[in-house]
């Protein structure tokens, strides 16, 4: 069964770090572009990061030079790095999969095929 569990949300102050993992069971996440995703109460779900197979990257603006996206193939997991955190990044966060060709680059907007169930990142002092 193809599965992707988050993990490594909570509560945190203002301008802490936390770090999400998203580790794939029942497929190889080396053919996958994933990307981290979020939803806030009462706002729609939008993207904040993916890495393509290559490990190149894409960031919303909103967490530009705060959050890093990264992977590990061998463990089959996705990282983000969440710095300087703010109340306003409070929000369920997701990750997602979606297979791509090796040299394409990743986008936000792809239609992702894999999803988790989400992890809860709270900033509040």
């Known amino acids: 069964q193809l599965q992707l569990v988050e993990s490594g949300g909570g509560l945190v102050q203002p301008g802490g770090s936390l770090r999400l993992s998203c580790a794939a069971s029942g497929f190889t996440l080396d053919d996958y572009a994933i990307g981290w995703f979020r939803q806030a109460p009462g706002k729609e779900r939008e993207g904040v990061s993916c890495i393509s197979r290559l490990r190149s990257t894409n960031y919303a603006d909103s967490v530009k030079g705060r959050f890093t996206i990264s992977r590990d193939n061998a463990k089959n997991t996705v990282y983000l790095q969440m710095n300087s955190l703010k109340p306003e990044d409070t929000a369920v966060y997701y990750c997602?999969?979606?297979?791509?060709?090796?040299?394409?680059?990743?986008?936000?907007?792809?239609?992702?095929?894999?999803w988790g169930q989400g992890t809860q990142v709270t900033v509040s002092s």
């Open positions: 997602a999969a979606v297979k791509l060709s090796v040299f394409r680059v990743c986008v936000l907007s792809y239609p992702y095929d894999y």
